[in-house]
């Protein structure tokens, strides 16, 4: 009688354990199943990663473009005022005061001497059409008529060879800041490398031959007159050189200086 019971309870005690391990391997299976993934959902999470990147990389890379652009126009701004204002204090004239157009004599008080003498130019790459640009109808003028001076930091300043103070009564008429309306030049952040497109407010993604609106007073809101529908935000940007400041020159110049 003893002995039937022990056999039962042994028997009992092998059904728990085979019942436990049962249970035990159903458990670790669904645990697997929870943390794994099947083919089908890793080709259609894929498959989602590349919608959205294909609809968000190009935005993103415009974005980062632009933050590029307008942190050089930035430095070139800057460096162009503190080169006007150091010669009027060392050489005793400025953007204002220029008297010659010379762009092979580094003494002379022309646009080319002053920024020679002030800023760190790279003089082998200087010289006449050695920036194409792409203004609209007027592609590559810049390649044959202006006078590029390169900056070693990559960028130029692109002006007429023949520009001066005296160069047109525009350039030195007083406005009612007190300074002269300036010398329009154009500043490349990157040199010759390209695009090379004129920035604009125009929606011309081949630029054009000026930005529009080149007097300062006549936007008084660029972020509304630059919306991102019409924002071609490339690597040149107009500048005027008024006394002894640089500022800049048009609608694109002057969004991308003040955002």
Avoid at 54 to 73: I, S, V
Avoid at 76 to 86: D, K, R, V
Avoid at 138 to 167: C, E, H, Q, W, Y
Avoid at 245 to 254: E, H
């Amino acid at each position: 009688m003893l002995l039937t019971q022990k056999c039962k309870f042994v028997k009992i005690k092998y059904i728990e354990v085979k019942l436990n391990q049962k249970y035990i391997r159903r458990e670790r299976n669904i645990m697997m199943k929870k943390n794994g993934f099947t083919l089908a959902e890793v080709l259609i999470t894929l498959a989602i990663i590349g919608v959205v990147a294909t609809l968000t990389l190009p935005a993103l890379m415009t974005n980062t473009a632009e933050q590029q652009a307008k942190t050089a126009l930035k430095k070139g701004i800057n460096t162009l005022t503190e080169a006007a204002q150091m010669n009027q204090a060392i050489s005793g004239f400025d953007y204002a005061s220029l008297t010659t157009t010379d762009t092979d004599n580094e003494e002379a008080q022309s646009l080319y001497g002053l920024l020679a003498t002030r800023t760190s130019v790279d003089f082998q790459k200087s010289g006449t059409g050695k920036i194409p640009s792409h203004q609209g109808d007027s592609t590559d003028k810049m390649a044959t008529t202006n006078f590029a001076l390169f900056f070693r930091d990559g960028s130029a300043l692109v002006f007429p060879s023949d520009i001066s103070s005296s160069s047109t009564e525009t350039y030195s008429d007083q406005q009612d800041d007190g300074l002269v309306y300036g010398l329009p030049v154009i500043y490349d952040t990157n040199g010759a490398k390209g695009p090379n497109i004129l920035s604009n407010c125009q929606a011309e993604a081949l630029g054009v031959a000026s930005d529009k609106t080149a007097k300062e007073g006549d936007v008084s809101n660029p972020s509304e007159a630059c919306k991102p529908a019409n924002r071609v935000i490339k690597d040149q940007f107009g500048i005027r050189l008024r006394g002894g400041y640089a500022v800049p020159n048009g609608v694109a110049a002057r969004w991308a200086f003040e955002n």
